[in-house]
């Protein structure tokens, strides 16, 4: 998949994590559970950012992108990467909007706190950061147990 592949666009930062790493999943033994105000538990699970033709197609970007259609609020999503339920983070590739969003599909959380209110029953929106660099450092610094299971390069 590229940026051409839907007409988006790709932050800077995004593109070089994808180029650098291709992907990241967090695997047995360890964990990463982001502090977030706007939910009613206070936190958000994090399990994996997909890649770029993965040697493993539930990791693979393009195919994580089948349910983009789903996605009413933004002009131009792109589902990056899951929580352990498969809740989807995604950005909304267009220029003036970089920021990283976590989209309670599965309704795990209150509806109150959210950034955008769903549509058709399709679970809210919520800014968790301004760019992928200030979520994938909020990652990194929230990922516990045995920290060298990370994989990358998917």
């Known amino acids: 998949m590229t940026p051409t592949s839907y007409g988006v666009n790709f932050p800077h930062d995004y593109v070089d994590f994808l180029t ?12 990463c559970t982001i502090p977030f105000s706007k939910v009613d538990n206070g ?29 009413m609020v933004f ?8 929580d352990p ?4 983070f995604l950005m909304n590739c267009n220029s003036s909007d970089s920021a990283v969003y976590y989209w309670d599909r599965a ?6 706190g959210f950034d955008y209110q769903e549509v058709n029953e399709k679970g809210n929106f919520y800014k968790i950061s301004d760019t992928f660099t200030d979520f994938y450092n909020a990652i990194m610094l929230n990922v516990g147990g045995d920290v060298n299971i990370i994989k990358e390069r998917l």
Not at 75 to 82: E, F, W
Not at 85 to 88: C, F, K, T
Request: overall charge negative.
């Open 107 to 112: 309704h795990i959380h209150s509806d109150d």
């Open 85 to 88: 339920g498969g809740n989807p």
């Open 43 to 71: 936190d958000i699970d994090f399990q994996e950012v997909y890649g770029i033709n993965a040697i493993n197609p539930g990791f693979d970007l393009l195919r994580a992108n089948d349910i983009r259609d789903e996605v």
């Open 20 to 31: 650098k790493y291709n992907g990241m999943f967090i695997d047995a033994g360890s964990y």
């Open 75 to 82: 002009d131009n999503p792109l589902v990056i990467g899951a």
